[in-house]
């Protein structure tokens, strides 16, 4: 696992960027995996800047995202399909049919089994990962074992409290979700994991101390990932010493 320590959100977003762009350039088919949350806006950003400069091409890329909150439907200000159409699908040459959402709305069980045969055909080319608090990856919360598969997860109580600020009330937060698994993550060829923000410290002191895969952390899956970096800011890097 690589860490690459950068000066500030503004130097992660163009670095996490430069990956995935590279990734692109060069197998302009390959599949994005795709994260929400308010860490990778910026990555999103600098990608969508490129596309604008005749840089990058998205029109064979297919893109896949981690998770949904259950009972939210993309038109849903609060869905992550609103989320990507808002600040990232509308601003690339995406095509529609090859976007992978999870439709919150519908039937779970349908749509892990969608969710999990997509994964089986898809073989993810770079994953980009933002981290809870908890030091979650996408949904998949601390617990005493991994899930592999796509699955339906409930929300632990400090990711409730957590997302609520991008809710009008807590009790808004949808308490269960639709969660890539750690096959997905741990298949793909490569992953960044960005995190900024003092909240962030315990997980990535964790995670940078040993190499233990351990479900109580999440993010440690990435230790066995093939190649996987993390990129965190100053800031952040110092509160993990
Ligand atoms: C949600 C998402 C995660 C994301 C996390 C952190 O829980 N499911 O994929 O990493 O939020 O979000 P933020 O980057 O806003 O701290």
């Given amino acids: 696992m690589k860490v690459i320590k950068v000066k500030n959100y503004e130097e992660l977003s163009r670095t996490a960027a430069t990956i995935i762009a590279g990734v692109i350039l060069s197998k302009p088919d390959c599949i994005l995996g795709l994260a929400t949350g308010s ?9 969508a800047a490129m596309y604008e400069e005749g840089i990058l091409d998205f029109s064979h890329v297919k ?3 981690l998770d949904e909150y259950e009972g939210l439907a993309r038109d849903h200000d609060q869905s992550f399909g609103y989320f990507m159409d808002q600040l990232f699908f509308s601003k690339v040459n995406l095509k529609e049919e090859n976007i992978f959402l999870v439709d919150g709305a519908a039937d779970a069980a349908k749509q892990e089994k969608r969710f999990n045969d997509f994964l089986k055909d898809n073989k993810i ?4 990962l933002g981290i809870g608090n908890n030091g979650h990856i996408g949904f998949n919360e601390p617990d005493s074992y991994f899930t592999a598969s796509a699955h339906k997860v409930e929300l632990a109580e400090e990711t409730i409290k957590a997302n609520a600020r991008f809710f009008e009330k807590e009790s808004d ?3 269960s979700a639709i969660t890539m698994g750690m096959y997905g993550i741990a298949t793909a060829a490569k992953v960044i994991l960005v995190a900024t923000g003092a909240a962030k410290a315990p997980a990535i002191k964790k995670l940078l101390e040993s190499d233990h895969v351990d479900p109580q952390l999440p993010c440690s899956i990435l230790h066995i990932c093939e190649d996987a970096t993390v990129i965190v800011d100053k800031d952040l890097y110092e509160l993990t010493k």
Wanted: hydrophobic fraction near 30%; glycine fraction near 6%; charged fraction near 15%.
């Fill in 125 to 128: 080319d770079i994953q980009i």
């Fill in 63 to 65: 893109s896949v995202n």
């Fill in 173 to 175: 937060v949808p308490r």
């Fill in 39 to 47: 860490s990778p806006v910026g990555t999103y950003d600098q990608l």
